[in-house]
């Protein structure tokens, strides 16, 4: 691939993966390091530390001779050895002399952390903005940001903030907001959730939205592509990317400034121009980019993508509990396209052979007990219910709180999530679950609890039956559009 006109103004001659390096550099130098554990230039060194970063860590501070446990510098230039990557978290009035600095020392990419800068709506602070990214382009190296965290890779130990989770997954992210990924990187895990890269680029000075999309394009860590947007630097290569991308990756996309209010936000956040909602809606419908309106959904639709099984068909099985809960399951799946065609009269009196309670119902949805089956009966109606060849998938709903103060409350969860996992074994169909709670302390404590098990057994999982099927609905119009494209539809 020999693509030209870059937004940066450079030839770009890329393979796709040029920038790998900024995800495993050898050695990085924070900028503003902090002996203050309160101090974001003393957590980010923790921060480090603690997942694992193998290179080696360079504290920069002129009044410290160590901090957290390593040699402390006075300024980069006086590292010894190499220094590949550099966290900026000094004050907007001396990033240019440490630009310079960096510049001189052979520095690879620089991450400013450092705010105030084109985003502040001040012209000498564009100005600054633009001089700091010539004196990078004339020394061959690469801004990330300013205004942003910068880059998350857990594979080597590259992390926005303590507690990050260390365990690498098939999902990248994009943002230039630095709040909504230290958000999404902390929610993802208890929804199984695992990310390649996680990449906040701010005000995009240098290396933009295009460039990190085109790498996640080809990084074959990465098999669901997500980001939250403001604005777009990139123009036609990123519409080329999207190209590359489409059928191949999802592409799942939250975009910031789509109304009036948001686009004066976007404008004193990053600087950005949001552009026009109707290209941008006209540009995901041509290249199948996935449109989702919070981080919640986005998340919604990366569970998706990383644990359901593709149906065959739209047509859903339901087992709940509840008659009103049912009926509203019912009208939820028919309202997101997903039929919910009635069980056949054989299947339904097969069901009835092995449970007995009054008044429950045996079509679709079916309606399970209220203190649950046991593990081989739950199996045995999963098996029935998705035997049958008028079912693509199923989905399971499940209340916490009524069990929660039943004496064998957490045996009856436990033995449901225990037949959910067997039967998920056993069945070749889909099956998704809603684990749901009234918001008490006990029902969410229940939910996270049942959630994990299930997770750890690779069963996608939701808060809510519209969120489920929402997300159900479109991983199938992503892969029904798919497989039209390769057949030349």
Known sequence: MCLKGRSTGMINTSTGLELDYLFHPGSIALAGAS????????????????????????PINPGAAEINGLPAYPSVSAVPGPVDYVISIVP?????????????????????YTAGFSESGDPAMKKLEEEIVAIARGAGMRVIGPNCVGIYCPESGMVFHLGASREPGPVGFISQS????????????????????????????????????????HDPATRVITGYLEGFKGGRRFVEQLGKAQGKKPVIILKGGRTEAGTRAVASHTGSLAGAARVWDALCHQYGVIQVCSLDELLDMAVAFQYMKTPKGRRVAIIGSGGGASVQAADDCETYGCPVPRLPEEARAELR???????????????????????????RAIRIVLGQPEMDFLIVFIGMDITLF??????????????????????????????KSGGTLEGCQAVLEQQAKLVEAGLPVYPSLPRAVSAASRLIQWHERAASQRAGG
């Open 92 to 112: 907007v009035q001396a990033a240019k002399a440490l630009a310079e600095e960096c510049a001189a020392k052979g520095v690879k990419a620089i991450q400013f």
């Open 406 to 435: 039943h004496h064998e409350g957490k045996k009856i969860r436990d033995r449901t999530s225990e037949a959910l996992i067997q039967a998920a074994g056993r069945v070749s169909k889909p099956i998704v679950v809603v684990l």
């Open 353 to 379: 052979t092995f449970t007995s309670e009054v008044g429950r119902f045996f079509s679709n949805p079916l309606d399970s007990p209220t203190r649950g089956w046991a593990p081989e009966q739950f199996e």
């Open 178 to 217: 630095g709040g909504n990924s230290e958000d999404l990187v902390w929610a993802a895990p208890t929804r199984g959730v695992y990310f390649s890269k996680a990449i906040s680029f701010g005000n995009a000075s240098d290396l933009n939205e295009t460039d990190f999309l085109e790498y996640l394009v």
């Open 35 to 58: 002996r203050d554990p309160a101090k974001r230039g003393n957590e980010l060194i923790r921060g480090l530390l603690e997942a694992g970063y193998k290179g080696k860590i360079y």
